[in-house]
């Protein structure tokens, strides 16, 4: 086991090192320092300006020569500053990742919890027309873009009728709540569908199974067997699912938080990626990627873990 | 026959498919003492798995239908019972072995807390389960059942799954076992070994079985009587000695002349002429 | 070559090619799929599902207005799509104006409007139910062109590396593991970023970024079922006989994986509408002046915080847009099901 998860760390290194190099190169290519310098400082900004702005940041060196500097950097943990604010990228991530929180956790939670019981009641009157129903209803919810739900929620539920702030995001006690209502219903809807109809495939396929037919023959209740016995088996599969989306919950949703005006980390990244803010960009990708194979390191040992047949062989 | 255990009157059963009807059960019937063993024995598509599923409507009901007839278990017609009803008996009055053991236990439950489940379900009265489990584990030959109790089924071999299988079986006390095809998935070695078992448990406890198998090789010594199924119907019904030794109907004759006997001279293996058999009804 | 001419030329090559190339694709796939029994048993089955029909009916409809506003003719007043003739040239106003309005909106003299609007019209004046059917166009191109290539390149890399295994599989396991793991927004972002200059915006452009990014999933489908089939002992007896790779890859295990190949095809057809309108909100999308429901929906944005209220341009796009992927979403579910019954 524990040789195993060496090699799968290993294995991520070479991935890690592809995407750094990939991005690098990526961005060096779509950008001369000097366009860069622009964008940063401005048109007004002055050649001997941009020339001592390049410098300080070391972009007149050869690339390659750039490329070893910033991999040693990362190793390090020195992500730099941002290039238009000023501020330490670790502590704008820090900062960031909080707010991207507090809509991701509990959305998930909601959406998980919502997902699951929707799918083990479709399987339950499974082929019958409100089965059939619920499946349409999921595939439409999966049918929208993210934007129409949220620009439809702020002109119509915020704007127009006040319920909800429809823009902003402040921490202090019980206003969080005010403020993450939207986000956070949006992200279940756009979740849900999509979930529920995976994880009722899985319960569907473990419907078929020799064991349900055992546990029928014991004179077990349907929903019993339903709850209990095709539970815990698809269970595994679910788990697995749900820890490799775990992850990528700290970066958040780009699209509703630049929508919403949520100062987490999506939001970053849009703003990054629109103010030419490099290093921001480049330790988003570095941590999206870290957090990427984290993820399928941690489903490898969920479902060790969790069936029974890995776990004890 | 006074008092009979089980009658089955004139079943028929089909299976509604998206290329048609399938017509498994086409009008039998037989009926079982208590305490007695029926082999039941024809090829695959003879309709005898399904019977033998027929008997607590473990059939699932879209595509089965159940088109007429009567299943008499202790006089009650259990095709009119309420799903309720029902499963008091399943378990307790009737139960079940199947072909794979591998699939057929649960795979991320204990044997322990599988056969607890039963037992917990139809005899609540039971105070020390784990003692019950291991009573019952021993009964069907498991060496060492105490170690055993918490172990998951992927970790027993194929005849001990069995054998796990026929000890959650036992567990509730039922008046009749039906083992659909029990020996078909193992090696032969183990199959003559879970047959003796089934044998040495005929002695032990007051019991009748029902033995779905296509191989009429493992039913000596063990049926009483024998039925044997093609296509959907009864062709031929009587003591076991008595069939193997002068059957009546060509198709028992063809089964019976398949089976390899050591020192034959042979060329060719017999096969069944199905088409003749259809023509004759 | 005269002006006129060379233009037809050029937009007979990159889209009518297309369309006319993607209709007969689709059609001599289906006319061999008609031959391999897995399909004949899934077309029948299909055939009574009332849903997955209408979908179809659905999606072939949208496909068609599209292929209406591609294929140009040259007329009186310059080259015009077929579905311009059919919209018989609705004029365009000065500004907004609401569905089936007399007047300008928000004007209070009776200033008469040019023509009849079914939907309204936008803040340029244009009509918007002509704009929303020429913005199946772009749904079709993007969708067309995309799936061009990321479908063979997904296809045959899943093919390969689930068949040929170790180096093979390794390398390109490397490969989309490395692409699957940046963030996909950025790298659409950057690809596109990348390639304007060169070429300028336009819809290849988007389409050969969401190529790049879009082919890891089905490859790793590909590469699933292929390693399922290559352990099949058709293919062991295969190999005895002394088949070479290339005929096992292409009589044997591309046929029996075409079927996901096609679901997935129809499913990604639909993320790929979607992603459309999400890069034209972060403004790498479709080019200004585009049809496109993408842009639409973006001004939609402020749209509806004026006052009165501008809901009919949004709207109008939303309720395309959801047709569509609603329908190509349904269509894959249903192909799904008749290929694969879970039946209980």
Redesign the interface.
């Known amino acids: 086991m524990f040789s195993y998860l060496v090699r799968r760390l290993l294995y991520a290194v070479p991935i890690l090192l592809g995407v750094v190099a990939i991005t690098f190169f990526l961005d060096n290519v779509m950008m001369s320092p000097d366009a860069k310098a622009s964008r940063v400082l401005g048109p007004k900004a002055r050649g001997e300006q941009r020339r001592e702005w390049i410098h300080n940041r070391g972009l007149d060196q050869p690339i390659p020569q750039q490329f070893v500097r910033y991999i040693g950097n990362l190793a390090t943990g020195k992500f730099g500053t941002s290039w238009v604010t000023g501020r330490e990228v670790r502590e704008i991530f820090v900062t960031g990742a909080g707010p991207s929180l507090c809509i991701t956790v509990p959305g998930f939670i909601a959406a998980f919890l919502a997902s699951v019981g929707v799918a083990l009641f479709q399987v339950f009157i499974r082929n019958s027309p409100l089965d059939r129903g619920l499946t349409i209803v999921s595939i439409a919810l999966m049918s929208l873009p993210t934007m129409v739900y949220v620009i439809f929620a702020q002109a119509f539920l915020a704007l127009a009728l006040c319920y909800f702030p429809a823009y902003g995001f402040s921490f202090d006690g019980l206003n969080v709540f005010r403020f993450i209502a939207l986000p956070v219903c949006i992200f279940i809807l756009i979740n849900v569908g999509y979930d529920a109809r995976l994880y009722r495939a899985i319960f569907l396929e473990e419907i078929g199974q020799d064991y349900v037919r055992t546990a029928q023959a014991k004179g077990v209740s349907n929903p019993r067997v339903l709850a209990v016995h095709v539970f815990k088996n698809g269970l595994i599969a679910i788990i697995t699912l749900v820890v490799a989306e775990l992850p990528k919950l700290i970066l958040g949703s780009l699209l509703i938080e630049s929508l919403f005006g949520i100062p987490g980390l999506g939001n970053v990244l849009v703003q990054a990626i629109q103010t030419g803010d490099q290093p921001v960009v480049m330790t988003s990708v570095f941590l999206g990627s870290v957090l990427y194979l984290a993820a399928l390191i941690l489903t490898d040992i969920c479902y060790a873990l969790a069936d029974p047949r890995i776990r004890l062989s | 026959m006074p008092d009979p255990l089980l009658e089955i009157k004139n079943l028929a059963i089909h299976f509604a498919t998206e290329t048609g009807t399938i017509e498994a059960v086409r009008g039998i019937s037989f009926s079982m003492a208590r305490g007695e063993t029926l082999a039941i024995v024809g090829e695959s598509g003879s309709g005898k798995s399904v019977t033998g599923l027929a008997l607590t409507r473990l059939l699932p009901e879209p595509p089965a239908v159940y088109q007429s007839g009567e299943i008499l278990l202790d006089g009650k017609d259990v095709l009119k019972m309420e799903p309720r009803e029902l499963r008091t008996i399943r378990g307790k009055k009737i139960a079940y072995i199947f072909q794979e053991p591998s699939t057929s236990l649960n795979p991320v439950f204990t044997i322990r807390n599988q056969i607890a489940e039963a037992i917990k379900l139809h005899r609540p009265e039971v105070r020390e389960i784990d003692a019950e489990v291991i009573k019952y584990l021993d009964l069907v030959g498991i060496t060492d059942p105490a170690k055993r109790l918490h172990d998951y089924p992927h970790q027993l071999s194929g005849g001990m799954q069995q054998r796990v299988m026929i000890a959650m079986a036992l567990s509730c006390g039922p008046e009749l076992l039906v083992a659909d095809e029990p020996t078909t998935a193992l090696d032969v070695t183990i199959q003559a070994q879970i047959i003796d078992q089934l044998r040495e448990l005929k002695q032990r406890v007051r019991m009748a079985i029902i033995l779905i198998t296509h191989n009429f090789g493992i039913i000596g010594g063990l049926a009483d009587r024998v039925a044997v199924m093609f296509r959907g119907k009864i062709v031929e019904y009587g003591e076991t000695r008595t069939v193997l030794a002068k059957p009546q109907h060509p198709y028992t004759q063809a089964l019976i002349q398949c089976i390899p006997q050591p020192g034959q001279k042979r060329e060719r293996l017999a096969t069944i002429d199905h088409a003749a058999l259809d023509a004759m009804g | 070559m005269p002006e006129s001419l060379r233009h037809i030329l050029e937009h007979w090559l990159t889209q009518d090619a297309l369309v006319v190339g993607g209709f007969a694709l689709v059609f001599f796939l289906l006319r061999a799929g008609a031959r391999n029994e897995r399909w004949q048993r899934a077309g029948?089955?299909l055939k009574?599902d009332r849903?997955g029909l209408i979908a179809f009916a659905i999606v072939l409809l949208y496909l068609t207005i599209g292929a209406l506003e591609v294929f140009q003719i040259p007329t009186a007043s310059g080259t015009r799509s077929i579905l311009d003739l059919f919209l018989g040239g609705i004029s365009p106003e000065k500004s907004y104006s609401a569905p089936l309005a007399d007047t300008l909106l928000g004007s209070a003299r009776h200033a008469k409007l040019n023509g009849h609007h079914l939907l309204g019209t936008d803040v340029l004046g244009k009509d918007v139910f002509a704009q929303m059917l020429k913005a199946c166009r772009t749904a079709l191109i993007i969708g067309g062109l995309t799936s061009a290539i990321y479908v063979p390149l997904g296809a045959l890399l899943g093919v390969l590396a689930g068949y040929f295994r170790r180096w093979v599989d390794d390398m390109i396991q490397?490969v989309y593991?490395?692409l699957?793991?940046?963030?996909e927004?950025?790298l659409l972002?950057?690809?596109i970023?990348?390639t304007t200059p060169r070429w300028g915006r336009s819809l290849g452009t988007m389409a050969i970024a969401l190529g790049i990014t879009g082919w890891v999933g089905l490859c790793r489908l590909i590469r699933g079922e292929t390693m399922r089939q290559a352990e099949r002992p058709y293919v062991t007896a295969a190999r005895a006989l002394g088949q070479t790779h290339a005929k096992i890859v292409v009589r044997h295990l591309l046929p029996n994986v075409m079927h996901l190949v096609l679901i997935s095809a129809v499913l990604g057809f639909?993320n790929i509408v979607?992603a459309e309108?999400?890069l034209s909100?972060?403004?790498v999308g479709a080019p200004v002046g585009t049809a496109s429901w993408?842009i639409m929906?973006?001004a939609?944005?402020t749209e509806?915080?004026r006052d009165p209220l501008v809901w009919w341009n949004?709207s109008a796009a939303?309720a395309a847009?959801?047709g569509l992927?609603?329908s190509l979403?349904?269509l894959g579910?249903s192909l799904r099901r008749a290929f694969d019954p879970?039946?209980?």
């Open positions: 029948a089955r009574r849903t490397y593991s490395t699957a793991s940046i963030p927004i950025l972002v950057a690809i970023s990348a639909s979607l309108a999400i909100y972060l403004g993408g929906i973006d939609g944005r509806l915080g949004i939303t847009l959801f992927v609603l979403n349904l579910d879970k039946q209980t």
